[in-house]
T-cell receptor
Framework: EPEVTQTPSHQVTQMGQEVILRCVPISNHLYFYWYRQILGQKVEFLVSFYNNEISEKSEIFDDQFSVERPDGSNFTLKIRSTKLEDSAMYFC????????????FGPGTRLTVT | GIQVEQSPPDLILQEGANSTLRCNFS?????LQWFHQNPWGQLINLFY???GTKQNGRLSATTVATERYSLLYISSSQTTDSGVYFCAVIDRYGNKLVFGAGTILRVKS
């Protein structure tokens, strides 16, 4: 069964460093998402991406964040200058052709900023 | 935006017991999904159920869209059912999932 994959599973970085989180969505899906979950809290939407552009973003997704689909398979989230409060689990998700709203989640990347 | 409320916030069960988790939402939805977050933090997709009833083994779910709630039933609970159960919805206007705060389930042997 096709699945969303994410790398790395765990990343430790120092405050102020740039990180790139990688995702490979399900191959025939058209919509891509990033969510994050701070430890002990609910899952929050960050950004959605369709047709090579951002379709919606939350207020969390400020200028420090960017997303890219550099090729036909990868979908990345970049945090330019990490802060302690960026420590969280980051989930990538994808959904299929128009009319199908079900979102499939990857296993997550745990980001720890020290 | 749409509000999602889950109850109860915490639930402790003896192995073998049954339970019902509830999700209320404040507006019409195009999507409703139930997830189980395991101890490693992974979100396991249990059901995609914007309306109707589905069953998968010991788990079943019902969404009554007109009354804006969904129920997740766990029968004959096992210790491996422990974790956090999240309900998430997409409203009529967008395409992002809005998550509830979750129900923390602990199953004791």
């Amino acid at each position: 069964e096709p699945e969303v994959t994410q790398t790395p599973s765990h990343q430790v970085t120092q405050m102020g460093q740039e990180v790139i989180l990688r995702c490979v969505p399900i191959s025939n899906h058209l919509y891509f998402y990033w969510y994050r979950q701070i430890l002990g809290q609910k899952v929050e939407f960050l950004v959605s991406f369709y047709n090579n552009e951002i379709s919606e973003k939350s207020e969390i997704f400020d200028d420090q964040f960017s997303v890219e689909r550099p090729d036909g398979s990868n979908f990345t989230l970049k945090i330019r200058s990490t802060k302690l409060e960026d420590s969280a689990m980051y989930f990538c998700a994808s959904s299929g052709p128009s009319g199908s709203y079900e979102q499939y989640f990857g296993p997550g990347t745990r980001l720890t900023v020290t | 935006g749409i509000q999602v409320e889950q109850s109860p916030p915490d639930l402790i069960l003896q192995e073998g017991a049954n339970s019902t988790l509830r999700c209320n939402f404040s507006d019409s939805v195009n999507n409703l999904q139930w997830f189980h977050q395991n101890p490693w933090g992974q979100l396991i997709n249990l059901f995609y159920i914007p309306s109707g009833t589905k069953q998968n083994g010991r788990l079943s779910a019902t969404t009554v869209a007109t009354e804006r709630y969904s129920l997740l039933y766990i029968s004959s609970s096992q210790t491996t059912d422990s974790g956090v159960y999240f309900c998430a919805v997409i409203d009529r206007y967008g395409n992002k999932l809005v998550f509830g705060a979750g129900t923390i389930l602990r199953v004791k042997s």
